[in-house]
């Protein structure tokens, strides 16, 4: 058994515009990092957060990824193990990126590591949605699923939960800007009307059922063309500074498709190739800084295997 | 060019649970069968309708199959060929199972195949799509763009029309089941409330997802834990005599999944293959001969090929 371990856990991009708490994906930067050790003596200690500018707290009870490996400990009949978890944000918080989701699936994957996989990264799923719990008010999966398992995924339901991993083309970029302002994922959920018009509804499974069909056929104008938003984005775009404009950016700039990342206020697109992607994170950065917004910006092929050993 | 065609085309199950306006299937059968002349003679004429009871208009004007036809002939002008229509029902009228689609869909497979195919399956929707205005007051594609292809279908898109064929498993079969009962598609859709919660358009676009992943996957189970559906089945299902009974007969005798096709009364459960189809059919018409309603019943592959010619 290793008395120490160093991961990495992916950033996500959820919803995948018209996919809103169904579906999700993960790309191969940015992500957080955990180093955790065994120490022999009863209880989890967090001995050092780096990159969260003092946000998130050091107590075990309260931090999210100390939190959601309690459970499992828990599970597996191990609650007292003794460990000491590092986590290196590497990722903003609040950005609408799974940040939370990273740095807790990180943690679990690091145990679950550590303890020869007692279980797969797909029973991990439960125990990460517990620290989404804690840390936004509410247990989704579409951003913890996606970053135990890479690639593309469907939660069919959440009760009971149902898991699929979906295929996407090889060639697929995500190009992310996170633009710095400030878009709690309580508020933007609270902001969404509790009920909608069927038609609309249907407009929107329709979407669904498209992009799933685009990912399988590998058929990037069929992805593009389902990446429509009717119920949820028309509300949420409102917390996007210009949010209309950089979907025009983007899609000028050659993007398959464009939309807000998770609860915002990140924005996404997806292209068929990294030099197109790079282009518009530049052409949205310009963009943004010409009306004083600062901001981030991250150009990754999806990723395809979910939380890695780094050490 | 040929003076005189034989055509047949499918009966189709809309809906498929989950995909309410989105997703049909095509069986083998039943279906309908047209047979089409060439007079030389301006006009439409239909010469004979036979297994309507009476109830189909000979008037061309006012039949679905001529009026698809006259639309058609305008638009590729030549709106005074002269043409004589026989159509031979093969199939029950108002049973949910796509009988006016499957007349339509024979008449332009005919009219196209006697003028050497000018137009593919695909671009005659639209035209089918008027037929469907003409019989239920409403150009929907579900049940046409099935049966002008074959197999699964998704219509992700109305506006614009955007259809996408959909792989399913070598063995999956359909068993259908009619009860004699009457429910018109205007009333079925009447009672459809317009607004849903969002929170059960998220778990119906979650089960759209899971069927169409499924049809992709070949995965059996998963196509039937998607075929659930919470809007539209509690509502349609008070019109169809002991639906829940018929559905718990149905999955005690190993179907993957069982739903109403089309607004009903029909029912239909998939199976993975003949036998398990055939002794569901023979189940539920024995529970419903119990309940003194009268029953029709089919047993078939999903169809792959859409219209076929005959003669």
């Given at each position: 058994m290793?008395?120490?371990?160093?991961?990495?856990?992916?950033?996500t991009?959820?919803?995948?515009?018209?996919?809103?708490?169904?579906?999700?994906f993960?790309?191969?930067?940015?992500g957080?990092e955990?180093?955790m050790?065994l120490?022999?003596?009863?209880?989890?200690h967090?001995?050092?957060i780096t990159?969260?500018d003092?946000?998130?707290?050091?107590d075990?009870?309260?931090?999210?990824v100390?939190?959601?490996?309690?459970?499992y400990?828990?599970?597996?009949?191990?609650?007292d193990l003794?460990?000491?978890?590092?986590?290196?944000?590497?990722m903003?918080?609040?950005?609408?990126?799974?940040?939370?989701?990273?740095?807790?699936?990180?943690g679990?994957f690091?145990?679950?590591s550590?303890l020869?996989?007692?279980?797969?990264?797909m029973?991990?799923?439960?125990?990460?949605m517990?620290?989404e719990e804690?840390?936004?008010g509410?247990g989704?999966?579409?951003?913890v699923?996606?970053a135990?398992?890479g690639?593309?995924?469907?939660?069919?339901?959440?009760?009971?939960?149902d898991?699929?991993s979906?295929?996407?083309?090889e060639?697929?970029?995500a190009?992310?800007?996170?633009?710095e302002?400030?878009?709690?994922?309580?508020?933007a959920r609270?902001?969404?009307?509790?009920?909608?018009?069927?038609?609309d509804?249907?407009?929107q499974?329709g979407?669904v059922?498209?992009l799933?069909?685009?990912?399988?056929?590998?058929?990037?104008d069929?992805?593009g063309?389902?990446?429509?938003?009717i119920?949820?984005?028309?509300t949420r775009?409102?917390?996007?500074?210009?949010f209309?404009?950089?979907?025009?950016i983007?899609?000028?700039?050659g993007?398959?498709?464009?939309?807000i990342?998770?609860s915002?206020?990140?924005?996404?697109?997806?292209t068929?190739?990294?030099?197109?992607?790079?282009?518009?994170?530049?052409?949205l950065?310009a963009h943004?800084?010409?009306?004083?917004?600062?901001?981030?910006?991250?150009v990754?092929?999806?990723?395809?295997?979910g939380?890695?050993?780094?050490?």
């Amino acid at each position: 058994m290793k008395e120490s371990i160093k991961v990495f856990a992916p950033a996500t991009v959820a919803n995948v515009v018209c996919g809103y708490d169904v579906l999700g994906f993960a790309v191969n930067e940015p992500g957080d990092e955990v180093i955790m050790r065994l120490t022999g003596k009863p209880g989890i200690h967090i001995s050092k957060i780096t990159g969260d500018d003092g946000r998130l707290p050091l107590d075990p009870a309260k931090n999210t990824v100390s939190a959601s490996v309690q459970h499992y400990l828990n599970h597996i009949g191990k609650p007292d193990l003794g460990l000491e978890i590092e986590l290196h944000k590497k990722m903003p918080i609040g950005s609408g990126l799974g940040s939370s989701s990273a740095s807790t699936v990180a943690g679990l994957f690091a145990v679950n590591s550590l303890l020869d996989n007692l279980l797969t990264n797909m029973e991990l799923v439960p125990f990460a949605m517990k620290g989404e719990e804690l840390a936004c008010g509410y247990g989704h999966a579409d951003n913890v699923a996606p970053a135990l398992l890479g690639g593309f995924v469907l939660i069919r339901s959440y009760e009971p939960l149902d898991i699929i991993s979906l295929p996407s083309p090889e060639g697929l970029y995500a190009a992310i800007v996170y633009p710095e302002v400030d878009v709690p994922t309580k508020d933007a959920r609270q902001m969404i009307r509790s009920k909608v018009f069927l038609k609309d509804a249907v407009t929107q499974w329709g979407n669904v059922a498209g992009l799933v069909s685009g990912l399988f056929l590998k058929d990037y104008d069929l992805i593009g063309r389902s990446m429509t938003d009717i119920l949820i984005e028309p509300t949420r775009s409102i917390l996007i500074p210009e949010f209309y404009k950089l979907r025009s950016i983007a899609m000028e700039a050659g993007a398959i498709g464009f939309g807000i990342s998770g609860s915002g206020p990140s924005v996404f697109a997806l292209t068929k190739d990294e030099a197109t992607a790079a282009k518009i994170t530049q052409s949205l950065q310009a963009h943004l800084k010409g009306i004083s917004i600062n901001s981030l910006s991250f150009v990754s092929k999806v990723n395809e295997k979910g939380p890695v050993v780094l050490d």
